[in-house]
């Protein structure tokens, strides 16, 4: 699971667990928690990170924590229902799996165009994507 070492030690700004108005408490905020309250700020301008080692009905609880922007949900939860991760879709909300459990023929995730794998999250979500709006270029 994404933790702040990972993310620190990939030079991926963020802040934890901090709480907004609404007294939502999402995992990680990135690039920073001013980004993430900002009215006027383009909606690759901040993103949500949460983390949930099984789903249930747990993922149910992030929706409120998006705020004009994407929210990634990362699991290992090998069994998330098809039905589960379309009514995500519905509502905005990314899985984050890891690329075996993405690319798993046991699985729904190959199919399910809102689940991505780490990789694809570090690499074209953060790093492509952007890093350099987050860094002012």
Known sequence: MPSTKLLADGG???EVQ???????????VLPSFAAY??????R?????LSAKTTLRERWKQVHGEM?????????VDESIAENAIKDMAQQGIILVVPESL????????????NVISFKSFFESELR??????WRGG
């Open 12 to 14: 991926i700004p963020h």
């Open 18 to 28: 901090v709480v907004s108005d609404a007294k939502k408490r999402p995992d990680f």
């Open 37 to 42: 309250m900002d009215p006027l700020r383009d």
């Open 44 to 48: 690759d301008g901040a993103l949500v």
């Open 67 to 75: 705020r004009n922007c994407d929210l990634f949900l990362a699991t």
């Open 102 to 113: 993405k690319k798993s023929d046991t699985t729904v995730y190959k199919s399910q165009p």
């Open 128 to 133: 492509s994507k952007r890093m350099g709006i």
